[in-house]
């Protein structure tokens, strides 16, 4: 097994047509190499070692020396093939599941470390979903995966805004040092108000160079979801916007980014995650719309990115009863969501990923064992983050030795992962070279294309008395106030310091879920002194919480301020909706996400360093339409 490589050397994505013509005989093969070696680890893992039903190779034609229905030698077939005919149905089981790992330093001898290799051990794991950590330590602990690894590993990662929505943020305390990391871009609605394909191409070549030089090969982006629903506690600014076509073609450009610089995109939540109100950590969200609705909204974005040749689709843990006949069948778990629509009807030919099995819309409801069995039964490829493994792979292993679930099933989808894993040449490249990442992660070149997009999608909604631009006066007595989640260190570090930059007697204050009346009260004495009062609101998605509202006692101090007639200037750095909780806002300017990038930009917007061009790409009922925007040029110096 090769120790090293470049960082990637994938620079395009085969379609599974494609990899599964060349698996059956047709096509041309790529280049040939060495059957695996037997884990040193796990002796067992041979083929052939023990005689149990489920522990030896359940294909007669496994030990003849060409494939099941050909006349080729069987060292003439691809990797994955090969791979494929020698398995037991314990390991085919163990190739659907990916379980969760964190990216954090963890040497060996630890249990956070040792959890994983007895996974690749004792299940035999076809991959892993990699979380927060930094890209250099991510790369180095996928490396040690990989190693362990008999079959290469298939790695994945939620990188909705890019490599730093997993590998961003890690501040030092004490000191609040900011170790920096991979580029972190603006949330995708920030996209959407840029309204540019060009960025958005760039946005997904950016996320799948630095994935693949710290070893994700599967980036879980982009948000294919329309976010039609103003009261959506799970999607809003992760989505693109609300107007399906403008999200067809942003997403379809990031799907090309992605894909044409070695990563493998995967939409997401399909069918559509965009018109709920529930929070499917939660609990199951029902939408109660017809199929020729879907088809015009939710399935447009999807369609658009299946025909660049998407490689990867999630599903939602979402119920439709048009398409489920239940309102308590999620869509991850119904077939005629996943086989009869997805790859029937749209034609979907690449992996299907379950959203993560660990969510309280699946795992309350359905036994550990029985939920992977019932996504593979609805054609589901990838278990993703299933709870308990063991549960998962005895299940499914249960499921086939009963004759409720067919091999021939199971071979399917364990092809079509091998097959990927083949496009990827992981059977003699699974590893990446640690000395090359800062050449290609959080390099400036990169930082700037998220600035960029920064910049150009601030959103200006309102600017009574033509508040906006300010005047930079340094000597202005100017309050900052800015209400952030007490463990975000980084909300309001970049936005104050500009600020600050050209107010050097700016003054300070922070409110937070929990803050009580008499904090608000101490802050609105401050604020009658003050000659502005800059409000900056970082409301984002967080999982879990169910909920994107502002407190009311915050809504009122904004609501305080316009009554007194004090100037003051409202930033919102995520949900864009929240005006309306404070309607006689003096002046109200969208950042749309806490991403350093857009805190900076929305600073510079304020004092007229650039102009401001966005426009929404949703509505914001009553007042405002997709596309309104406020247009103000940049202040001539």
């Avoid at 975000?488 to 007697?505: A, D, M, W």
């Amino acid at each position: 097994m090769p120790r090293s490589s470049l960082p990637f050397r994938f620079t395009g994505v085969l379609t599974a047509a494609f990899l599964l013509a060349a698996c059956s005989g047709g096509g041309s093969p790529p280049p040939q190499t060495p059957d695996p070696e037997p884990s040193e680890t796990d002796p067992s893992a041979a083929v052939g070692v023990t005689d149990t039903a489920t522990d030896t190779p359940t294909d007669p034609a496994a030990v003849s020396d060409a494939a099941p229905g050909s006349d080729r030698p069987a060292d003439a077939l691809p990797w994955a093939e090969r791979t494929l005919r020698d398995m037991t149905v314990r390991q085919k089981a163990g190739q659907l599941m990916m379980p969760f790992v964190l990216g954090d330093y963890a040497p060996e001898g630890t249990r956070s470390h040792d959890r994983v290799l007895e996974m690749i051990a004792e299940h035999e794991i076809g991959g892993v979903i990699v979380s927060v950590g930094s890209p250099g330590e991510v790369a180095l602990k996928l490396n040690d995966f990989q190693d362990h690894s008999e079959v290469p590993l298939l790695v994945s990662a939620d990188l909705e805004t890019g490599a730093g929505f997993r590998m961003r943020g890690a501040v030092f305390l004490p000191g609040g040092t900011d170790l920096g990391g991979a580029t972190d871009f603006p949330s995708l609605m920030a996209l959407g108000a840029a309204g540019e394909p060009d960025l958005a191409y760039d946005m997904g070549r950016i996320t799948a160079q630095e994935a693949r030089a710290v070893g994700i090969h599967v980036p879980f982006a982009p948000v294919l979801d329309v976010n039609n629903n103003p009261d959506n506690p799970i999607i809003n600014v992760r989505s693109l916007g609300e107007d399906p076509a403008q999200v067809a073609e942003l997403g379809a450009a990031l799907v090309r980014g992605i894909q044409e610089n070695g990563g493998i995109a995967t939409g997401k939540h399909f069918p559509g995650h965009g018109d709920t109100s529930t929070d499917s950590h939660l609990d199951i969200p029902v939408i109660r719309v017809s199929r020729e609705r879907m088809d015009s909204v939710e399935l447009r974005p999807f369609r658009a990115a299946i025909a660049e040749g998407l490689g990867g689709m999630m599903t939602a843990h979402l119920s439709i009863p048009e398409l489920t006949g239940s309102e308590r069948m999620p869509a991850t778990l119904s077939e005629p969501v996943l086989t009869e629509l997805l790859r029937g009807d749209l034609g979907f030919d690449g992996l299907i990923f379950t959203d993560a099995m660990d969510m309280y819309a699946i795992d309350r409801r359905y036994s550990r064992g029985e939920a992977a069995v019932r996504a593979i039964e609805a054609g589901a490829d990838i278990i993703l983050m299933p709870p308990d493994v063991g549960a998962a792979v005895e299940g499914i292993v249960g499921a086939v030795e009963s004759g409720r679930l067919p091999e021939s099933r199971l071979d399917e989808s364990v092809r079509r992962v091998l097959a990927l894993k083949d496009s990827l040449e992981l059977d003699t490249n699974r590893m990446v070279d640690p000395m090359a990442i800062n050449r290609v992660v959080g390099i400036p070149d990169h930082e700037a294309v998220a600035q960029d997009i920064a910049n150009r999608s601030i959103t200006l909604l309102k600017n009574e008395r033509n508040l906006l631009p300010l005047r930079g006066t340094r000597t202005a007595n100017v309050l900052s106030v800015s209400y952030r989640s007490r463990t975000n260190f980084l909300q309001g570090r970049y936005f104050n310091r500009r600020l600050r930059s050209t107010y050097p007697r700016l003054r300070t204050a922070e409110v937070h879920r929990d803050s009580e009346d008499r904090d608000y009260e101490e802050i609105l004495q401050r604020a009658t002194r003050s000659q502005l009062v800059v409000v900056s609101t970082y409301v984002t998605v967080v999982s879990y919480s169910g909920e994107l509202a502002l407190p009311e006692e915050l809504a009122d101090f904004i609501t305080e301020l316009a009554r007194r007639r004090i100037p003051h200037v409202v930033v919102s750095f995520g949900n864009p909706y929240l005006i309306n909780e404070f309607p006689e806002a003096q002046a109200y300017l969208l950042g749309w996400s806490d991403a350093a990038a857009s805190q900076r930009a929305a600073a510079d917007a304020l004092f007229g360093d650039r102009a401001i061009s966005g426009r929404t790409p949703t509505r914001i009922p009553p007042n405002w339409d997709i596309g309104d925007g406020i247009q103000l040029p940049a202040r001539e110096r």
